[in-house]
């Protein structure tokens, strides 16, 4: 059974990682349109039409929806060990909500200390040579994109913490039975 559902979960990691990526571009998208319209919608040729929050929210799903499977795959395979299909399936779908939670602090935290760190005085290097309205937003908006790649990496290894916690936990007997 565990392996009839293995699909359907990966799917729907893909799902959660879409959804994460369209909501993530939102907040960088609030930040520092130019973000988008110089950068982010000609890397991913998105149509004039849809330079907007709307392409935003493509691009961010473009961007993300792959990676639910890349990082559940090996969460999937450590679920694979629990005891029983439910905790099968609550144990991946702890550890995808897990990963997103993570990814999106990390992001986040990102964000707050760009605010406190970057200034028209120190761009970050990357950010220079384009013509912008804010630099500024853009270089900070780049920074939460750029740490959300972090975020993402210490999201998987927490998933795999939750995952092998709660298959352990799983195998376990009770002391009732």
């Known amino acids: 059974m565990k392996l009839l559902l293995a699909p359907f979960l990966l ?3 893909s799902i959660l990682a879409g ?12 930040v520092a349109p ?9 890397q991913f040729v998105i149509p004039l039409e849809f330079h907007n929050r709307l392409g935003a929210s493509w691009v961010g799903w473009n961007a993300s929806w792959w990676m639910g ?12 060990f629990a005891n029983g299909v439910g905790a099968f399936v609550r144990t991946y ?3 995808a909500v897990i990963v997103l939670l993570v990814t999106l602090g990390i992001g986040l935290v990102a ?9 028209a005085d120190n761009l970050p290097s990357w950010s220079n ?35 092998i916690r709660a298959v352990i936990k799983s195998r376990v007997p009770t002391l009732n039975g």
């Open 11 to 13: 799917v729907a990691a």
């Open 19 to 30: 959804a994460y990526g369209a909501f993530h571009n939102q907040i960088s998208y609030a």
């Open 34 to 42: 130019d973000y988008f319209h110089e950068f982010k919608f000609q």
């Open 69 to 80: 499977s890349l990082v559940g795959v090996p969460i999937l395979l450590i679920c694979a």
């Open 93 to 95: 779908l702890l550890s």
């Open 111 to 119: 964000l707050a200390v760009s605010f406190v760190t970057i200034s």
């Open 129 to 163: 040579g384009a013509e912008l309205n804010d630099p500024v937003a853009f270089a900070r908006a780049g920074t939460m994109h750029n740490f959300s790649y972090l975020g993402a990496l210490l999201g998987m290894l927490a998933g795999f913490v939750v995952s």
